[in-house]
């Protein structure tokens, strides 16, 4: 007699491997543009024509074929979608983790690595920041001696004030953090590392997440601690 | 529920008849029984022409029989999915928390089948054979070769449901040989190949619960037997949870609770393995078979002290490459590397020189006793012998040794905290196995109709000891194979009426569990169920063990009497029944044990031959062998419950050996 | 030796609980944990006290009926089941913690005993191959590569305890679950189901308030088969190539 017990499919995303796997894909998009924003930053260092040039060609990426910023918005939206999803699925999945353990350990011990267990908070963390960065230098609503168009002065100007450059460390050292659990976990919950009998696989990503955090917090940090210390002006 | 004072219950009429000390070492002859079910003819074409005669039950009309299987181990768990499979509706118990614990789980060694994969002249006939003398001719023939013709067919139902059994580098089955026979037919998964067994039914029971084909009852045990019109109709069986004692209806039950082994207290059974449901079935009108039919397996680790709660067995591998030996002096306390080797007594080698250190479990196991009973066992209590790898070491290597052995080396050392390759290895021998059980026919079937027992809980197979990796074999056999075929004869057979819900039997049986439940409750004595069943389980151990005399076995006798006695004097079980109260669930099952070990020393008493697993001093050979009496004992001892406090009815089934002559066997 | 213990009381699934402190003496170091727990029982039985329920059955560590978290730890601080703990673990007058598995999917029954039935619910919807008894070819007519074969084995050999489910920080059972998906996904007769097995195991352990996987490891760390977090990604692969196709 068949007999089939196997349940109809159900969409990727109403189940916790899919959410996963869309946080992977959506952080991995994310951290792509990192990498390129990271890039970007350090022109910084070959002065102002330098960086408000490459600031005013990301303007003018496709053209002819596309219009006056449009890549520009484009990548925003992606970003905005990327963003979107991580957190969406952060948040459910976050609920759902607290609700699977009601009741707490009374005797408590410390568990994973840091990195590992700051991933909400980090992420939470990384979230208020993005909102404080573009309002810093996208907008300049909080930046008061900025002007548009000028991104080299207007860096310059932020990490001028105290409280601006602090949070700007703070925050890349959550990213940093962030990264190191965050693109191991994402090639684990792509089952891209676990080729069993071939264990260097896992390792090799275990090395290359810990290298992906230091060189993007470091070129990261980099920039405020110029102006803060004065190397930029 | 309020406690009754004691009184009340020990004066009730009802409570001291059925608990009454019985000192019986008598018994009553009862008439001759046969198995009728196995046809006549030549015995390879005896299984085929039973499942052509054997009725079948049309499929539209299978879901409206219900079968209670009780128990998920190999046995059970095989005989549930098939059955559901084969569109029954099937009701099961566990009294686990889930039908992948049953303890088939902890089997190690392997499992055989006369498979012939290795071309070493194995064949079915081979391993038939093998097991008609194997246990030591007290087997009946037809059922031993259905056993070995099944076989073959288990192993491929096993690959198929995703065992993952040892394999070559080409990708065929590994087999080894194990227990002592020349062909390598045991096929097995490293060594816990009883869990893998296990999982694989557990999973196809799974399949089933999950479609609505099996009505799963985990952490549910059966307390009785409901038996209608002389049929058995149900079970009447306690959820664990809540401790509500409730009645089950079907048209079968099929027994698949394992084997009584746990009688002794300390044995390599799990914990919560017990006698109850044979027990019970027994007093309801089920024979017993060759209860004294234990088996003991040398290689366990011994004891360290009265806190030991059970013992854990080590695969018989080891003395592959080990040496057994004992000091020569008594009381010699000194440690193993201060003796030398002058001062060592190698005496399975010194005994048995042709077998040396690898004669059979029974012989292994007896001569440990002698020596631990002249004095010169080894470590905390004398309840020991070394089992020495330091020659193995020497000759192959620290490596080749950790390759073969690392694991069990491992396991020595976790529980003892010794390293073997340092120090050598205490052993001792300790219970393991029961041959014996619910006699049954050729189909399975109990001496009450409709009432099933497969796997360790019934007699069929093993005769007087039972062969490595056999086990496994039997309870698979019978689940998979054997019971489904015959179980659909004895439905087609029988009216589908069923019993209803208010039948006056049912309220009646209830009301008698519970009765039995709150007596246990209300005594409020002194002592936990644990001494209680520490000190029986001693006592038999003791007179009824490795090695049995009349004089022990009447000690015994007169003892278990007063025992019981004393328990329902003195138990002490906190709390209330509905609720989930693990000291009462134990209590429970000691009340059965108490009779069940009577019935064995009687059983033992009786039996003045020696033949496998059963060992009577008054019955060896010149050369200390044990000593069968074909005569007057080729016959299986069936035994009726005559009702409290009456000596048992003595039924004999007599074996015919048409195709295995018996002879004696040597080792020396 | 002497020890203080501080167990968690519980007399229902819906009764409030609580940590009670006891001592016990003259503790061997020979015993087990669970023997250890057996000497307090018969101390609590006289006195005419409820002794602490806890599971437990083979008591040789392959039966996965025991378990509870001693001192934060499943199973405790050694790398195997409960039952296979040792006092030799523990020292003179050590206090030790010792609690249920905690998870809204393993809901306790009493004291130390939960439910885990959710696993059996999680095996059935998929954690199989269907064969039907009688319905086998000849255990040759498929060779299985050696590789596949103890790969297989290496993940067959859960026994279910939940030890993994206790130590997450989400209470997720994903290596539960992963571990039954490579065993049987592994194996050549797996392959047809395989698609679907995956789908369902994943839906039914969500079904059950199991959490998700954060990666944390703390499963593999605690279980006591030494079942590694590889398997985790391998549920990943067959689960997204399952849904793609």
Not at chain 1, 170 to 184: D, E, Q
Not at chain 1, 191 to 218: E, F, I, W, Y
Not at chain 2, 3 to 9: A, C, K, L, R, T
Not at chain 2, 343 to 357: H, K, T, V
Request: charged letters at 20%.
């Amino acid at each position: 007699m068949a007999l089939t017990t196997h349940p109809p499919r159900a969409p990727l995303w109403r189940s916790t491997v899919g959410k996963k796997a869309a946080m992977a894909v959506s952080g991995l998009v994310l951290l792509a543009y990192l990498v390129a924003h990271m890039l970007g930053n350090l022109k910084i260092f070959f002065g102002a024509g330098e960086l408000n040039g490459y600031a005013a060609w990301l303007r003018t990426i496709g053209r002819p074929f596309l219009g006056h910023e449009w890549f520009l918005w484009m990548a925003r939206t992606v970003l905005l979608a990327a963003v979107l999803v991580h957190g969406t699925a952060a948040y459910q999945l976050s609920r759902r983790d607290l609700a699977a353990r009601p009741t707490g350990y009374r005797h408590t011990r410390a568990r994973a690595s840091y990195a590992t267990r700051t991933m909400r908070w980090g992420g939470v963390i990384l979230g208020l920041f993005i909102v404080w960065h573009i309002l810093d230098l996208t907008t300049l609503t909080v930046n008061s001696r900025a002007e548009q168009g000028h991104p080299y002065q207007n860096v310059v100007a932020s990490f001028h004030t105290w409280y601006s450059g602090w949070i700007y460390c703070l925050a890349m050292l959550a990213l940093g953090l962030h990264i190191r659990h965050g693109f191991w976990s994402a090639a684990q919950t792509l089952g891209l590392n676990s080729q069993h009998g071939n264990p260097r696989r896992d390792r090799v990503l275990k090395l290359a997440a810990n290298a992906l955090a230091l060189l993007l917090t470091a070129g990261f940090l980099s920039v405020p601690i110029a102006v803060m210390t004065g190397a930029v002006k | 529920m309020t406690h009754h004072p004691q009184d009340e219950y020990v004066n009730d009429e009802r409570a001291q008849d059925e608990y009454a000390p019985t000192a019986f070492a008598q018994y009553q002859e009862g008439d001759p029984i046969a198995d009728t079910k196995a046809p006549a003819g030549p015995i390879e074409g005896r299984w085929d022409q039973r499942r052509f005669e054997a009725r079948l039950v049309n499929p539209a009309n299978r879901r409206g029989r219900t079968v209670i299987v009780v128990g998920t181990g190999l046995a059970g768990g095989a005989a549930g999915a098939t059955l559901a499979e084969q569109g029954y509706r099937v009701v099961q118990f566990c009294f686990q928390d889930s039908p992948r614990r049953a303890h088939s789980i902890a089997a190690q060694g392997g499992i055989n089948a006369a498979k012939n994969y290795r071309n070493d002249g194995d064949s079915i006939r081979r391993l038939f054979y093998d097991t008609v003398k194997g246990g030591d001719f007290r087997a009946r023939e037809s059922n031993v070769h259905r056993l070995a013709q099944v076989s073959v067919e288990i192993i491929d139902q096993c690959v198929a449901q995703g065992v993952p059994f040892a394999r070559e580098y080409g990708g065929l089955l590994d087999t080894r040989s194990f227990g002592g026979v020349q062909v390598s037919r045991t096929f097995y998964a490293r060594g816990q190949t009883g869990q893998q067994l296990l999982l694989g039914a557990y999973q196809a029971l799974s399949r089933q619960i999950a479609a609505g084909n099996v009505e799963m009852h985990a952490r549910t045990e059966m307390l009785d037997l409901l038996v209608v019109d002389g049929r058995a109709r149900g079970i009447v069986a306690r959820d664990l949870v809540t401790g509500q004692v409730r009645t089950h209806l079907a048209d079968a039950v099929v027994l698949a609770t394992g084997g009584y082994g746990n009688v002794f207290h300390l044995s390599t059974n799990a914990k919560n393995s017990n006698a109850t449901a044979i027990w019970r079935a027994h007093r309801r009108g089920a024979l017993f078979a060759n209860p004294c039919f234990t088996q003991i397996h040398p290689t366990c680790i011994p004891r360290s002290g009265d806190h030991q709660a059970k013992l854990t067995l080590m695969s018989e591998s080891l003395r592959n490459d080990g040496r057994i030996w004992v000091p020569r002096r008594p009381g010699d306390t000194r440690p193993p590397a201060q003796i030398s080797a002058a001062e060592r007594d190698y005496y399975l080698e010194r005994m048995y020189p042709s077998f040396g250190n690898l004669v059979p479990r029974d012989i292994a196991s007896r001569a440990a006793k002698v020596v631990c009973d002249e004095g010169r066992g080894v470590g905390p209590g004398g309840q020991g012998v070394y089992l020495d790898f330091a020659d193995a070491i020497e000759r192959l290597g620290r490596e080749a040794v950790a390759a073969r052995y690392g694991n069990l080396f491992e396991m020595y050392q976790r529980i003892t905290a010794e390293d073997p390759y340092q120090v050598p290895m205490r052993i001792y021998p300790a219970i393991h196995y029961t041959m014996g059980g619910l006699w049954v026919d050729y189909d399975l079937q109990t001496t009450v109709p409709g009432l099933f027992a497969i796997g360790e809980a019934n007699f069929s197979d093993h005769g007087a000891n039972r062969l490595g990796a056999s086990a496994l074999m039997q309870g698979l056999a019978d689940g998979y194979f054997v019971l489904p075929a015959t179980l659909a004869d004895y439905l087609a057979r029988t009216p589908g009426a069923p019993v209803a819900a208010d039948h006056p039997q049912i309220a009646e049986l209830e009301a008698e569990v519970a009765d039995r439940l709150n007596l246990l409750l209300a005594v409020d004595g002194d002592r936990t169920p644990e001494s209680f069943h520490r000190e029986l389980g001693e006592l038999l151990w003791n007179e009824c063990g490795m090695a049995r005399s009349e004089a022990g076995l009447r000690r015994a006798l007169e003892r278990i009497p007063q025992l019981r006695a004393e328990f329902w004097r003195r138990i002490k079980v906190p709390g209330v029944g509905e609720e989930f109260n693990q000291t009462l669930e134990k209590a429970n099952r000691l009340v059965d044990y108490f009779e069940l070990a009577e019935l064995m020393c009687l059983d033992a008493l009786h039996r003045t031959e020696s033949c496998g697993g059963h060992f009577r001093v008054e019955s060896q050979t010149a050369d200390g062998e044990a000593a069968r009496d074909d005569e007057a004992f080729a016959y299986v001892a069936a035994w009726e419950f005559a009702g409290p406090g009456r000596p048992p009815v003595l039924h004999r089934e007599q074996l015919a050996f048409e195709h295995v002559h018996p002879t004696q066997r040597s080792y020396a | 030796m002497n020890l203080t213990l501080r167990i968690w009381r519980q007399s229902g699934p819906d009764q409030p609980g609580g940590l009670t402190a006891y001592q016990v003496t003259g503790i061997s170091e020979e015993m087990s944990f669970l023997e250890m727990l057996d000497t307090l029982n018969e101390e609590l039985i006289l006195r005419g006290d409820q002794p602490v329920a806890f599971d437990h059955d083979c008591r040789e560590g392959i039966c996965g009926a025991c378990g509870m978290v001693i001192n934060g730890q499943a199973h405790g601080p050694e790398r195997t089941t409960t039952c296979q703990l040792h006092m030799r673990h523990f020292s003179d007058g050590d206090t030790i913690d010792v609690e249920p598995w905690r998870s809204a999917a393993f809901p306790v029954v009493k004291d130390l005993v939960v439910d885990r039935s959710a696993f059996d619910r999680i095996i059935g919807s998929g954690g199989y191959i269907t064969a039907p008894t009688g319905s086998a070819p000849d255990a040759h007519a498929v060779p299985v590569p050696k590789e596949a074969a103890d790969l297989a084995f290496e993940h067959a050999e859960c026994i279910g305890c939940g030890a993994c489910v206790a130590a997450c920080p989400n209470g997720s059972a994903m290596l539960f679950t992963a571990a039954k998906v490579v065993h049987l996904n592994v194996l050549p007769q797996g392959a047809p189901e395989r698609r679907g097995r995956v789908r369902s195991m994943v839906a039914a352990m969500d079904a059950e308030g199991f959490g998700g996987c954060t990666n944390t490891g703390e499963c593999a760390t605690a279980c006591p088969k030494g079942i590694g977090l590889n398997a985790i990604g391998t549920l990943n692969r067959e689960f997204l190539r399952g849904g793609r196709r």
